[in-house]
């Protein structure tokens, strides 16, 4: 039976649609398919938000299959509008194992008996009901009445609210405030903090709203948030110390003396990024102005408007966004759910089934989740790139890793603005810094001094930003490196085989892909590094996959595979398999292996019952070891295109500290799954 959930609200901007892409990731990670619906849009062919929710990961349907009727359609006729809902979301749901259905935006119906109507589709839909309160500018009392009389309004028309969340709340005021809400009977309560990003509007509603005329700046910036309002009324130094980052300024025109300052505090990584200027009072820029910024690269937006200071600052503090209206807004959302609403009281108020299940979605949350638990400090070379920054952006906001990225401050803080970037609690290292040098070229030499290296050679290969990053893992400055966007696999891994060297016990690196098919999760290696290990050398690799699925909470059954399956076949091939199958067994005698295996034995449970009974990885094996990189590399690629199973990696294993390697075609989810891996595994080793 077709789980759901409504979420509904009793006013307007209360960031209910954030709430509700936090459900479409918590049920994406319990079953296969999650549908979405939006039984009352103010079009039918949708909107914004519906946009938004059918652009997550778990969501795979059509726009119309995603809204009920529209506004218009509603008050025409409603009795007529119910059977359209009811009927579109029935067949929706028959095609899906879960559907998040978001409530109206009270936009063009009577506000006063909106929430009724909601009351009512939910009912005709038999849908537990989420309700979602404002707490912002409202005492703990206040919130927990309006939450008790929108619970009764609802039970009234037959109605279950299993839940209620309260968002914007002041973080003082969390605790009193879910105890308060908990008065109200048997619902899952979650308390939400304000978050300025959620509400921020773009600098393009900002200067719709003021009737700004853009004059300098990038257009594109216009797309960007704007956190704060701010009135530049003083002189400079005075100002600067009341900048806050991403805040739109309002300069009175006749003060464009304060023009360069903000300018350069712009650029600043002390005080920038900022999101806009807005200059006030209509005066005309002078010719003098103009020509002095004319041949400048201005990228932050300044825009003119005729009306006063005093107005405009009104207008702007006014201006609400939608907060499902850009990436980072749902970046942001869903990060808030993860931290703050109980999840396991959610679930259990739906009366969700559990599921051993384990979708790629899933195991995407729970190596961030497990990441998130012991941040590790991750080097990241090359941040000259924008994909790095950002990937970058996306772990600090998601509080994966801490950070570090090798350039310079000036450089990456201003490429990371025009990108639109909050990259503040990375830290910035500057590779060129005479004192790290001399203490890492020092160290280097010292290490390499058996194959006669001087200082003066090391300093030169420490002006590899590879190098350097390693370099900064093996003195416990970083936990972990990635690296391989710009630079060669050869590049990223050399240094790590100078002096970060191998896991004692493991003679080689080797690289293995987290295979995650549409309901479990399973270990390919070696597929990126040994062209043909010997029966050694193919044993260290079992090994270390082992414990690299042990490491992402796969338990390991390894296969080695081979054209054969147990004692049937004969050859060089089937017997280099055979004795590093026992390499393994001496090695490591409390893993589960089995080989030589043939790749249907191994995952087939029928197949194994024929060709190896009895054995406890045949059929069920979770670790598959190929005996040469033309076999693992091929084959992971052949499951990855045909199955539509998604890949991650390569994970290199067999090193003392994690360091792990990109493909230059890397996409910005990738680098973030690999920073994610790259934690993990240095939690690992400091365990």
Excluded at 69 to 85: F, G
Excluded at 400 to 411: E, F, R, Y
Excluded at 477 to 491: E, F, P
Aim: glycine share 6%; net charge negative; with cysteine.
């Amino acid at each position: 039976m077709t789980k759901s959930v409504y979420i509904a609200s009793s006013e307007r901007q209360v960031s209910k649609s954030s709430i509700a892409l936090g459900v479409i990731d918590l049920f994406a990670r319990q079953v296969r398919s999650v549908g979405v619906f939006r039984p009352l849009v103010a079009s039918s062919d949708g909107d914004a938000v519906t946009q938004a929710m059918l652009s997550q990961k778990g969501v795979n349907q059509s726009p119309e299959s995603a809204v009920g009727v529209s506004y218009a359609e509603y008050a025409n006729d409603p009795a007529a509008a119910i059977d359209t809902i009811v009927a579109k979301y029935i067949a929706l749901a028959e095609t899906r194992d879960a559907v998040v259905i978001l409530g109206s935006d009270f936009e063009d119906i009577d506000t006063s008996s909106e929430l009724a109507h909601n009351a009512t589709i939910a009912a005709n839909l038999n849908s537990p009901i989420l309700f979602v309160c404002r707490a912002e500018g409202r005492s703990v009392e206040q919130v927990r009445r309006a939450s008790e009389s929108a619970i009764e309004s609802l039970a009234q028309q037959h109605n279950t609210v299993i839940g209620v969340v309260a968002m914007h709340a002041d973080p003082d005021e969390a605790d009193e405030l879910r105890a308060a809400l908990s008065t109200l009977g048997d619902v899952a309560v979650s308390v939400l903090p304000f978050n300025a990003v959620l509400r921020a509007p773009s600098v393009g509603e900002q200067f719709n709203a003021v009737g700004a005329t853009q004059w300098l700046g990038q257009g594109d910036f216009r797309s960007h948030e704007s956190l704060h309002t701010l009135v530049a009324g003083m002189t400079l130094p005075n100002l600067l110390t009341r900048l806050r980052r991403e805040a739109t300024v309002i300069v009175p025109a006749d003060r464009l003396d304060l023009l360069p300052g903000l300018l350069m505090a712009h650029r600043s990584p002390h005080y920038g990024p900022l999101a806009a200027l807005v200059l006030t009072g209509g005066f005309e820029i002078p010719t003098s102005v103009s020509k002095l910024f004319s041949d400048s690269a201005i990228d932050l937006p300044i825009a003119v408007t005729e009306r006063d200071t005093f107005p405009t600052a009104v207008a702007l503090q006014g201006v609400r966004g939608t907060s499902t209206s850009s990436p980072r807004k749902m970046a942001e959302s869903r990060t808030l759910f993860s931290q703050y609403v109980d999840e396991e009281a959610l679930l259990t108020a739906i009366d969700f089934p559990r599921t051993e299940i384990r979708t790629p979605t899933m195991f995407e949350y729970q190596i961030m989740e497990q990441a998130r638990a012991n941040r590790r400090r991750i080097v990241l070379p090359e941040a000259s790139d924008d994909r790095i920054l950002e990937a970058a952006a996306v772990v600090l906001q998601r509080s994966v890793a801490d950070l570090v990225l090798l350039g310079d401050s000036a450089k990456i803080s201003q490429r990371a603005t025009e990108l639109g970037l909050n990259l503040s609690a990375a830290t910035i290292v500057n590779p060129n810094d005479p004192a790290l040098l001399e203490r890492f070229a020092a160290e280097y030499a010292r290490l390499r001094a058996h194959k006669n290296v001087t200082l003066e050679q090391a300093r030169v290969k420490l002006k590899d930003l590879s190098y350097f990053g390693t370099m900064m893992v093996h003195l416990d400055m970083a936990d972990g490196m990635v690296s391989g966007a710009v630079n060669t696999t050869a590049s990223t891994i050399r240094p790590s085989l100078e002096f970060i060297k191998t896991t004692p016990g493991v003679s080689v690196v080797s690289g293995s892909f987290l295979m995650c098919m549409s309901n479990r999760v399973l270990v390919y290696a070696d597929c990126a590094v040994n062209p043909d290990p010997n029966p050694s050398q193919l044993a260290d690799i079992a090994i270390s996959s082992a414990r690299t699925a042990s490491d992402f909470g796969i338990e390991p059954r390894i296969a080695m595979l081979s054209y054969s399956t147990g004692d049937s076949g004969s050859g060089a091939e089937v017997d280099k398999v055979r004795e590093a199958t026992q390499l393994v067994r001496e090695r490591a005698p409390e893993l589960k292996v089995e080989g030589p295996i043939q790749f249907d034995a191994a995952v087939d449970m029928v197949v194994a019952q024929k060709k190896m009974p009895g054995s406890e990885v045949a059929g069920r094996a979770t670790v598959f070891i190929f005996p040469d990189l033309n076999t693992g590399n091929n084959t992971y690629k052949a499951v990855q295109r045909t199955s539509g199973a998604v890949a991650i990696g390569p994970v290199l294993q067999g090193l003392r500290r994690p360091v792990n390697d990109l493909s230059r075609g890397a996409l910005v989810d990738d680098i973030v799954s690999t920073i994610t891996i790259t934690a993990i595994q240095a939690q690992s080793i400091q365990e």
